[in-house]
């Protein structure tokens, strides 16, 4: 017999989900054209700046369209876009998948639900509205429909707070836009550093995470840095290496045997709704200018935002800002059989810069990299 108090399943941090994803607002109270029209509106008009995805139902014939109704999944390539036809019912857990890097999901709230509402005011769906009334559990906005003489009253009981929500006309597209980036602005996830000091130095002989370059070690000089431009910071380590690190917080892998990739994937576990600047031990040459730089230019639309190595151009993913959509990309390329964070940023949608100084991203591995960086350091002028 299994005690009340014994747990099946270890306790591990989930993230901010709702329906299908982050970010989502069903609209709620009008007809789907309506919702369709503003939908469109509002898409059309952020998504230069953030992913957007609309989510409705099709009244016609589930078969009407379908090509070959014995395949499980049918792809097209469509040449300007691409056509997934699926014939499993989705869960949840597919859809947070499938909309797992969109920043904005708009629904058709009279098929579907989401964590947020939007409600329309609209005398021709007050009776489809009242129906839908114990769904209005996160109301945000209340949009008025030309026809409509005030709220109603079943929306006064069940959305208390309805007087503090902005109140805008459903044709205020322009207002009804600059809300929902306002949203979005609200929901840039908090930055956390991530300091990677696991390794075991195997090329330089010796832990060179411990190499006092600015009258500190390495790592804590990082930390130092890093805490000047996040909201928290951690050293990731080996379990075994938590006692000798005294006045930073630790983030000691548990995804083991994975270099980097494991430290990425352990701080996601530990906080899987932060943003992580990860930044290796053995960049002697950093300074909070690059550091900085890389943050202004953070695009959290992106998977990540990340520096292009001066040696082969390609994304350098140990000094990367890696956003909370990056979490289950990096754990399916490793369900995949890959482990390299730089192969992740190379089939992903990232932002990709050039440094200021891109000298100042050269690591150390060997001791001949050790005395090249000494020679820059002692000749400051070469780094400015």
């Known amino acids: 017999m299994i005690s009340k108090d014994h747990k099946k399943h270890s306790d591990i941090a989930r993230p901010s989900l709702g329906n299908f994803g982050r970010n989502e607002f069903a609209i709620v109270g009008t007809t789907c054209d309506n919702v369709k029209a503003l ?14 995805a609309y989510i409705d139902a099709d009244h016609k014939d589930k078969n009407a369209t379908v090509q070959t109704q014995e395949a499980f999944i049918e792809f097209t390539d469509k040449i300007s876009y691409k056509e997934f036809r699926y014939t499993k019912d989705a869960d949840k857990f597919q859809y947070h998948q ?32 009242l129906k839908r ?63 990677l ?25 990082m930390a130092d840095t890093l805490k ?29 045997g994975l270099g980097p990739y494991g430290a990425i994937l352990s701080a996601f576990r530990e906080n899987p709704d932060a943003a992580w600047f990860v930044a290796a031990s053995d960049l002697p040459l950093i300074d909070n200018e690059t550091l900085v730089y890389l943050i202004q230019h953070r695009d959290n639309s992106k998977v990540a935002t990340t520096f292009e190595s001066p040696h082969d151009g390609f994304p350098e993913p140990l000094i990367t800002i890696w956003e909370p959509k990056a979490y289950p990309i990096l754990l399916s390329f490793l369900a995949q059989g890959y482990s390299c964070p730089r192969k992740v940023l190379r089939n992903n949608d990232v932002h990709i810069i050039k440094a200021l100084h891109p000298e100042k991203l050269m690591n150390v591995n060997t001791e001949a990299e050790l005395v090249e960086a000494k020679t820059l350091l002692g000749n400051k002028t070469a780094l400015a």
């Open 98 to 129: 499938f909309f797992n890097e969109i920043d904005l999901i708009l629904v058709n709230g009279n098929h579907n639900e989401a964590s947020k509402q939007i409600i329309v005011i609209d005398k021709v769906k007050e009776a489809s509205l």
């Open 228 to 256: 000047e431009i996040c909201d928290d910071v951690f050293i990731s380590c080996r379990s075994e290496q938590r006692d000798e690190i005294k006045n930073y917080k630790t983030i000691p892998d548990t995804f083991t």
């Open 197 to 221: 000091a696991g390794g075991k130095s195997v090329r330089m002989g010796f832990d060179k995470t411990v190499i006092e370059w600015h009258g500190k070690d390495q790592r804590s000089y």
């Open 133 to 195: 009334a114990s769904q209005l559990s996160n109301v945000q906005l209340i949009l008025l429909h030309d026809n409509a003489d005030g709220i109603f009253d079943f929306i006064k009981e069940a959305v208390p707070n309805w007087q503090q929500l902005p109140i805008l006309a459903l044709r205020e597209e322009n207002n009804i836009v600059e809300f929902l980036e306002k949203q979005l602005g609200k929901s840039i996830p908090v930055l956390n550093g991530l300091v």
């Open 39 to 52: 939908s469109a509106a509002v898409i059309k008009a952020l998504s230069s700046k953030y992913k957007c």
